[in-house]
């Protein structure tokens, strides 16, 4: 009989589209969240158990679960206590954050993981799925760099909890490792235009998880990581203006009213591409790309495709990064995703 793995917040929208996935693909995940009704409908409409609990209740909710997909944000508030349970039940822990201090606290569990017996993989969708196996590449073709820059275009629009998360993320400020040290820097810079499989675009920094993620994979002690700007620049100042808590808290409240997440035909007619470039000191430099399909749809893909391959105890205990579990080719194992190597 094929273990027990659960999804933590299958209403949410990234929830509801992993547990679609998985039953397409044969998988019998227990459905589970704080929803009563939202969570039985699902689990009715797609034949699957049901649980209904909070992060209280680490007995009642994993009980004879080897593995759960946590995909209730913000993780910010409940990383920690899943991961917890987790520990304490010998659970396998799996996530799609991309918040650098989650992945920093994740990592900071590595012992008491290894101690338990189980896996920790934070980040286990398009944050930073794309991003940590190309760095992963770059780091291997050009070993010793010290440099690493990663650029990402997303298309087709934000979920409300990615939305949410963002607007965070905006209020905390700009953030690059420099020296191995996370440095704060304001927000939206630096700025540099790179060449996406695309086109060239203009970019500018953000507070993305492969600050933390592609440390840990290649210690390389200067990352950058940038996203594409909006139409006309405006990111740097949206990001000033969100570190204002009342407008913060409007901005939130507008997104839980009227952001839903991209559409099945939205999701079909976007994609994903991603530019990483490595330096080393004394100048050599090498480029890798990777395109994909929308970023949800490669988030879902490959958190079934994760859990499964944990499942399967090839990855060993302890706290990890995607390319660290699986290796640095394992983007490009996931549908749609093609990926340039290093030149």
Known sequence: MPMAWMIYGANGYTGELVARLAVVRGERPILAGRNAAAIGALAAELG??????????????????????????PFSATSAPMVAACLATGTHYLDVTGEIEVFEAVFARHEDAVAAGIVLLPGAGFDV??????????????????????????G????????KTSLAGM???????????????????PR?????????????????????????????????????????????????????????????????????????????????EVWGSVRDAAGASMTATLTGPNAYDLTADSVVRAVGLVLAAGVSAGAHTPSSAFGA????????????PPV
């Not at 680490?58 to 759960?68: I, N, Y």
């Open 329 to 340: 080719g394992y983007a490009a194992t996931l549908d749609g995703v093609l990926v340039t």
């Open 171 to 189: 209020a905390g400020g700009g953030r690059v490792r420099r020296g191995g040290l996370l440095v704060p820097v304001a927000a939206g810079t």
């Open 129 to 154: 799925v794309p991003t940590d196996c190309l760095a992963a590449s770059l780091s291997a073709a050009l070993p010793g760099a010290t440099s690493l820059e990663l650029a990402f275009r997303a």
């Open 192 to 272: 540099r235009k790179v060449p996406l499989p695309s086109g060239e675009r203009e970019v500018a920094a953000i507070r993305w998880g492969d600050l933390v993620t592609a440390y840990r994979s290649t210690g390389i002690p200067d990352i950058t990581t940038y996203t594409v700007l909006p139409s006309g620049g405006r990111g740097a100042g949206l990001a000033s203006v969100m570190s204002w808590g009342p407008l913060r808290a409007l901005a939130s409240r507008y997104v839980t009213a009227r952001i839903h997440g991209p559409s099945a035909s939205v999701r079909a007619s976007s994609r994903c």
């Open 48 to 73: 699957l158990e049901h649980r209904v609990a909070d992060l209280r209740e680490p007995g009642k909710l994993l009980d004879g679960v080897r593995a759960v997909a946590h995909c209730a944000g």
């Open 156 to 163: 087709g629009g934000l979920s409300p909890g990615t939305a």
